[in-house]
């Protein structure tokens, strides 16, 4: 009887054994699958929130070739993951950025992260679009770099904000022309040229007459027209590499760049002149106005923007009290 029992004991715990084998079997495979299904859940997350995205989301090989395209890729551009997966990214960039779509397949190849990069885009339409980029390396399992994520976000709407501001900051409001500050620098930028080759540079100072009278008989709305039609007859009688500015009022100045002799000067101030007498259309009236012009040439004159406009400043009143319409050297 004792060694019936010791038997049974014994088949007890073998049964007891199994089950607990077969149960932790169970367990490990119930655990894999759960395991598993995380793991597609994760993905599947992951894949959602890459199409829920606002930004565009683009993967791409070291070589730069598409393997990517969200919805929001698709929204920004216009090209359907269809038509783009496969290609290579640059066909997105202008012609004249290779250079700078190569520079950024190297940085992003050896694993450098780019947290903002401005650029210019170019749609399906054919227009361009203002993106900030940002690129990060894709590693796989061993760590090694296989591809890079870019990520696209729509900047053109600041940039056009900021490129108001900045416009607004340089030129003035009612005729566009650049103010003294613009001005200034590029008068600088004029002159250090003409002393290193030797040239010379001249300012005009212009101011119209007869234009109070106009401005006080039939109101400051017709007087700022006349301005805004004087500021575009100036800007056609210059060359490129010219420049004028409105200091205020009735007073423009002239910048010539890169002369060779005064002649120059005088020619496009006669040239000035004669536009001038041409009458103004504005509205239903028939404007007649002139303009008095003084000279000031470097490096006769002075040697910087404020001496050459006080010259020319000095020579244009000269214009004034010998009958108006008419240049003066200073």
Known sequence: MF??????????????????????ERMAVVHQISKHQRTKGSQRW??????????????????????????????????????????HISFLFPHDADEEVRSLLVRSGRGERIECHETECIC?????????????????????????ATIARDITARKRAQDRLYHLALHDTLTGLPNRFLFRERVSLALRQAHRHNQQV?????????FKEINDSLGH???????????????????EGDSVARLGGDEFVVSL??????????LIAGKILEALREPFRVDNHELNVSGSIGIGIFPADGHDMETLLYAADTAMYHAKKNGRGNFQLA
């Open 46 to 87: 992951l894949a959602m929130i890459v199409e829920s995205s606002t930004d565009a989301i683009i993967g791409k090989s070291l070589e730069g070739i598409i393997l990517s395209w969200n919805q929001a890729a698709e929204r920004l551009f216009g090209y359907s993951a269809d038509a783009v997966i496969g290609r």
């Open 221 to 239: 709305q017709i007087g700022d027209r006349l301005l805004q039609a004087t500021a575009s007859r100036l800007r056609r009688c210059l060359r």
């Open 124 to 148: 399906k339409d054919g227009q361009r679009v203002c993106v900030s980029l940002a690129f990060s390396p894709i590693k796989n399992k061993n760590g090694t770099i296989v591809g890079a």
């Open 202 to 210: 001249a300012l005009l100072f212009i101011d119209l007459d007869r």
């Open 257 to 266: 760049s890169a002369l060779t002799d005064s002649s120059d000067a005088i």
């Open 3 to 24: 060694a019936d029992d010791n038997v049974v004991q014994l088949t007890h715990r073998k049964n007891e054994s199994n089950r607990s084998r077969v149960k932790s």
